[in-house]
């Protein structure tokens, strides 16, 4: 069955550098988009890029270009989500995503999210 | 960016209540739109998908209807478990939105 395992939380300060990894199995990891979605605290729920594990490219949400980083290491079916000079406000619960099928949009496979507390 | 607003934030009911929860597109997605289900502390769960389609394992008292701007989800006779925040999702175009969600709360 197709799992999606998140690393764990983590605390950093305004300014620092956040990596959060997502490890897929249960599917072929290079032939699905993993997304990244993000909720603060109490909040909504908002979508933050995409990567394409088997060729790299990617697609960021305009409000993330230039602090966020999306990579993939194929040989362990992991994606990673970089986010850089974090603020208080970046604060949140951030998921890795699946849609069921290259040609859908929604999301049937999540992640169990990992919580980034920036604080000073 | 398509904006999604959807309607009420929150609402009080019953056990056996029927509710409906609207989401409305500002411009037309056709019937790119889901629903999800979430609990504290969980992540989201797919409900209905292009709209109206119901997600395999899903209690047949959800269903959904629109198309265009405007969008419904209904539960049709509310259970205990049915307690979450409901969100939508527009997919017909990046970035991907969701709705502010809807609070369903035990009256």
């Known amino acids: 069955q197709v799992q999606l395992v998140q690393s764990g939380a983590e605390v950093k300060k305004p300014g620092a550098s956040v990596k959060v990894s997502c490890k897929a199995s249960?599917?072929?990891?290079?032939?699905?988009?993993m997304h990244w979605v993000r909720q603060a605290p109490g909040q909504g729920l908002e979508w933050m890029g995409w990567i394409n594990p088997n060729s790299g490219g990617t697609n960021y949400a305009q409000k993330f270009q230039g602090r966020v980083t999306m990579t993939r290491d194929t040989s362990i079916s992991t994606a990673y989500m970089e986010l850089s000079r974090l603020r208080s406000d970046d604060t949140a619960v951030y998921y890795c995503?699946?849609?069921?099928?290259?040609?859908?949009?929604?999301?049937?496979?999540w992640g169990q999210g990992t919580l980034v507390t920036v604080s000073s | 960016a398509i904006q999604l607003t959807q309607s009420p934030s929150s609402l009080s009911a019953s056990v056996g209540d029927r509710v409906t929860i609207t989401c409305r597109a500002s411009q037309g997605i056709s019937s790119a739109l889901a629903w999800y289900q979430q609990k504290p502390g969980k992540a989201p769960k797919l409900l209905i998908y292009d709209a109206s389609s119901l997600e395999s394992g899903v209690p047949s008292r959800f269903s959904g209807s629109g198309s265009g701007t405007d969008f419904t989800l209904t539960i049709s006779s509310l259970q205990p478990e049915d307690f979450a925040t409901y969100y939508c999702?527009?997919?017909?175009?990046?970035?991907?939105?969701f709705g502010q969600g809807t609070k369903v709360e035990i009256k």
């Open positions: 999702q527009q997919f017909n175009n990046y970035p991907r939105t």
């Open positions: 249960g599917y072929t990891f290079t032939g699905y988009y």
């Open positions: 995503a699946r849609n069921y099928d290259i040609l859908t949009g929604y999301y049937g496979y």
